[in-house]
């Protein structure tokens, strides 16, 4: 008595030849009656695949499917395979593969192996993995809702340790207000408006108005400011910016350029401000010329001849020995005459001797 195929009534195998060429799926030749009929679909397929001398690795390497997963297939170890779609879908692409008919194929296997409308089992080899941001948020809920707990308890303890509030009674607020409303408060004259001490005085530029007063000339205003200073100065009327400490100390206050230690002629000019310094020789060669900053020296040469240009004459201070002489008399200086002249001590007054007179003879 022939088998129960289910809808299958037969499959058939396809002949395929015996010697090594390469298989092609689509070389479909003559169908052979399998003799002996399979007990089920696994049996089936594993027996065409033998057939065409095919082995699991080569199936699997056709069909995309692991070759564990064809193994349980052909011995129907369902549990071994994925879920039912699935495994559906890889008897499908077997059939294909060896040539039978793929809808029959399909149809033998729902009969051997019936729906019994179990849930879903996922791939084989797929790892669920939970969303880490629920643990985030899980643990950050739980801390919020710690911290309005020790809230809540901290309020509580300072309510408790609180002192009692004092009320006054009903008639002493009663008496403290009648008082108020019978009382006068006397308002004093309005105080005058602050004087404002923060504004600073206007910045004057120097030499400005002399400027402005000679039509804008800078040689102009030079001329105007010298011989002011010099009227001043006859007048006996000293600017206190420009008065000095003759005597005082010479004190570094900035970088000390010109001649090295030693090998100066003992002139040094000290700016008091930031102005500009250029020194020439007789024939013009410049020796020396930079601007100087508040508190810059420069320590003059042994070179004879030279003479020393400056913006501001008033804001050099020249030191001698190391002792303050005098500012700059000019802005056109030679250094040499710079140089006190050496003090030469008075002469003694020569005392004359009377010659003795002479003694009359006897």
Known sequence: MPRDMGNVERLHLDDVETDEAPFDAADVAVEAPIQDEPADIGEALKAAREARGLSLREVADATRIRQSYVEALEAMRLDELPSRPFTIGYVRAYAALLGMDADAAVARFKTDAPDEGGELRAPVGVRRERDPRL???????VLVVGAILLWNVAQRAIAKDAPTPQIAPAAASTQVQAHANNSSVALGAPLPAPVESTTPEPYKTPGLDDAAANGGSVDAAKAAAKARAEAEAKAGIVDPAHQIKVGAPFKPKGAMMGAASGEGSGVVLQARKAA????????????????????DAYRAPRTPGLIADVSDPMVFEVYYGGALVSHLPSASTALGKLVPAPKVAPAAPAVAQAAPAATPPR
């Open 135 to 141: 643990a985030l948020i899980f643990a950050g809920g």
């Open 276 to 295: 500009t310094l250029v020194v020439r020789g007789v024939d013009g060669q410049v020796y020396f010329a930079r601007a100087l900053a508040a508190g």
